[in-house]
């Protein structure tokens, strides 16, 4: 049997910690994404938490995202928590027109394996009832439903919690 040429699946997506100077394009998405954005000063909360926050940005693999001042680019996030050994997802988000293309599946599995070299176990996170797309993103992951958040949201939707043993 002869060896093909190699066949290496370049990523579509570089993922590099979120900071301060991606807020702008961030709120962008947020705004675009939630019936209930989040407010800039959440974001630098969630920033300012030091060690706890694991806070990631998603870039077309075209973009470096880096280099002066220069974030154009930003197609993703995703903010979560590691408390001891449990990683909680906070928030996830993909620019409307980049959406069904892999981020979330990069920004999922890059804090994952993060938070497993970490130490963490577990990851759970709260998905609302009708969101089909997310949850079905998490279940491919491997999550599943472990409870009903009754009433969660501002608008009084349901939230499904999500686990996953990492
Ligand atoms: C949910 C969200 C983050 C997914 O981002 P994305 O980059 O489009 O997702 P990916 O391309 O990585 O898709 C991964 C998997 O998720 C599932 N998925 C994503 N979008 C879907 C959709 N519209 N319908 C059904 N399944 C979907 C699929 O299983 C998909 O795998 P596949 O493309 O191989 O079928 C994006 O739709 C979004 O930002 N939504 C608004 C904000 C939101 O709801 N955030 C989640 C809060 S819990």
């Not at 579509?12 to 800039?40: C, G, K, N, Q």
């Not at 979560?80 to 996830?92: K, P, R, T």
């Not at 999922?108 to 609302?128: F, I, N, T, Y």
Request: glycine share 10%; net charge negative.
């Amino acid at each position: 049997m002869t060896a093909g040429p190699m066949q290496s699946v370049k990523p579509r997506y570089t993922i590099r910690p979120l900071s301060r100077d991606d807020l702008d394009e961030v709120l962008l998405i947020e705004m675009a994404s939630f019936s209930h954005p989040w407010l800039r000063e959440m974001f630098e909360a969630e920033l300012d938490m030091g060690e706890m926050s694991m806070c990631f940005a998603a870039f077309p693999a075209s973009e470096t995202g880096r280099g002066g001042g220069n974030n154009a680019g930003i197609c993703g996030y995703l903010m979560s928590w590691l408390v001891a050994d449990e990683l909680h997802i906070n928030n996830l988000a993909v620019a409307p027109g980049q959406r069904r293309s892999g981020a979330a599946k990069e920004l999922l599995s890059h804090a994952l394996k993060e938070a497993a070299r970490k130490g963490a176990v577990w990851c759970q996170l709260e998905a609302r009832a009708s969101n089909a797309p997310a949850r079905r993103l998490y279940e491919k992951f491997g999550f599943v439903g472990i409870g009903i958040r009754g009433n969660y949201y501002q608008d009084g939707e349901d939230a499904v919690v999500m686990g996953k043993t990492l």
